[in-house]
């Protein structure tokens, strides 16, 4: 009995699992049969493949068709099977040859006149085959320049099916009746956003520098006017550029969840997730009730996490970032299944003081309206942050003093970039990238501080304005600010101003 093998991979969040695809043409009325636990997309895989064949000049074989997909245990979803399995069956009805597709990974959705289409996932599908030893992928064009940022594979990019017949017979590849699409240009670049157009709250710009260099997150609090959007929007800037690994895996979470930027197959940058106030629990953190998409966490991972307003966040949301904050990572279980996308950012916050959000004495709330507005920001969720700043309106006379004062951000990443080396050199060994990263219990026992720092935070402890928790916390902060002063270890006014950042202090 004629039976043909080719491979796929199927995704279940951001992780690859290799699948084998197998078409068996047996007796019985012409039908198709998919088995395996496909999903509804790929249910409509049968007709959508049979139509591409056929105008693709080729004949669909006339007898019952069994498509399986192992293992069946795994739920299959989506389109990108369509090219495995038109391959698998011609395969087996012999009008390919099938040694040719045997080990061969296909990864593209067919149109009905037979043209590839790009899908969502290549590249963490293309990392988790070549992890299992396949070397060969068969991609649909757009998708190749992702592909190939695998490593170590061969990557084959086809327009069509007769392309990919032509390929497989070894025949020459001619385009015939199919014109090609102009490739994706990436989008014109805008100005970018700059530190230095931020004038009038040298503090702040001090607070975002810290936070930058030592992964802290930061809560801002100020009347709408003082700075808070435009100080969120332009911390990527300073933030160092991604490792191989760390763009390698952003890349993979945007390529599942379709928002790649056109034309740029590796996400270099950090990125910069601002969802707004309205935002579900589901939309923050993923889910979905078939297919599992990741949150507004996981865009934001290895980049920047911005909820401006933050008090208007419903509270289960806000109180849903606790996880990812602690583990790095999302674990959204479903009745399917749990899937797992990760989540590693670095949280800034921006507050009005009240809800009229009027500056001073202008201000109409009471004090209990006021104190229930912020404590919409539960203490495990501030308990979190390291860095909390109080904004003030700026006057005119301070705007035009602080301008020949506001560095450009080039100039701010440079410091920020030395200051992420020497936590590096300090870290070397461990898991830990950064200074906020670092366990407490871990802080105090292997990065001991001098007599002075522990002098200001005892005095603080004395007098119970912290607890041993916030303590690590601004031990965290003060290591950041030596590693910015050159300082081999923290002093008595690292400690200060940490612990000045820490309670939430003026600008």
Not at 213 to 228: N, Q
Request: charged content about 25%; overall charge negative.
């Amino acid at each position: 009995m004629p039976i043909a093998r080719t491979r796929s991979v199927a995704l279940v969040g951001v992780e690859g699992h290799p699948v084998e695809v197998e078409a068996h043409l047996g007796t019985g009325p012409a039908a198709v049969t998919l088995v395996g636990l496909p999903d509804t997309a790929l249910r409509e895989a049968r007709d959508r493949i049979r139509a591409a064949v056929a105008n693709s000049g080729e004949s669909w074989p006339d007898c019952g068709i069994t498509v399986s997909l192992s293992p069946a245990s795994l739920p299959k979803r989506g389109s990108g099977f369509d090219l495995a399995i038109a391959a698998a069956v011609l395969g087996a009805d012999g009008a390919v040859p099938a040694e040719g597709v045997h080990d061969s990974v296909f990864l593209a959705e067919l149109g009905l006149d037979g043209r590839t289409r790009p899908v969502g996932g290549v590249l963490p599908a293309v990392l988790a085959a070549a992890r299992a030893g396949l070397r060969t992928f068969v991609v649909a064009r757009e998708n190749a320049a992702e592909a190939r940022l695998v490593p170590d594979v061969e990557v084959v990019s086809v327009g069509s099916l007769p392309e990919l017949f032509a390929r497989l017979r070894g025949r020459p590849v001619e385009e015939v009746g199919y014109e090609e699409d102009p490739p994706e240009e990436p989008d014109p670049p805008g100005r970018r956003p700059d530190l230095a157009d931020v004038a009038g709250q040298p503090m702040a710009r001090r607070a975002l520098e810290i936070a930058a260099a030592g992964g802290h997150h930061l809560l801002l609090v100020g009347p709408p006017g003082t700075g808070k959007s435009l100080l969120a929007e332009r911390l990527p800037t300073i933030l160092p550029e991604l490792r191989t690994e760390d763009a390698v895996e952003v890349t993979a979470v945007h390529s599942v969840a379709g928002t790649l930027p056109r034309g740029e197959p590796l996400i270099t940058r950090p990125p910069y997730s601002a969802p707004h106030h309205s935002a579900t629990r589901a939309a923050m953190v993923g889910g979905g009730s078939s297919v599992i998409r990741p949150g507004c966490v996981s865009h934001a991972h290895r980049g920047v996490l911005f909820l401006d307003e933050a008090p208007e966040f419903q509270r289960g949301v806000l109180d849903a970032l606790r996880q990812p904050l602690e583990t790095g990572e999302v674990l959204v279980s479903r009745a399917a299944g749990a899937v797992r996308f990760p989540a590693r950012f670095q949280l800034m916050m921006a507050a009005n003081p009240c809800p009229c959000a009027r500056p001073g004495p202008a201000c109409i709330c009471p004090a209990a309206v006021r104190r229930r507005y912020l404590g919409t920001l539960s203490g495990p969720l501030l308990d979190r942050v390291d860095l909390k700043l109080e904004l003030q309106p700026v006057t005119r006379a301070e705007l035009l003093a602080d301008r020949a004062f506001a560095e450009d951000s080039a100039t701010v990443a440079i410091r920020v970039a030395e200051a992420r080396e020497r936590a590096a050199h300090r870290f070397k060994g461990t898991p830990w990238r950064a200074n906020a990263e670092v366990p407490g219990a871990e802080l105090r026992r292997t990065f001991p501080v001098d007599d002075a720092a522990r002098g200001v935070l005892a005095g603080a402890m004395e007098r119970g304005e912290v607890s041993a928790r916030g303590v690590d916390r601004t031990l965290r902060v003060a290591w950041t600010l030596a590693d910015l002063d050159g300082s081999p270890v923290p002093g008595g006014d690292h400690a200060a101003l940490a612990y000045a950042l820490w309670s939430g202090g003026h600008a």
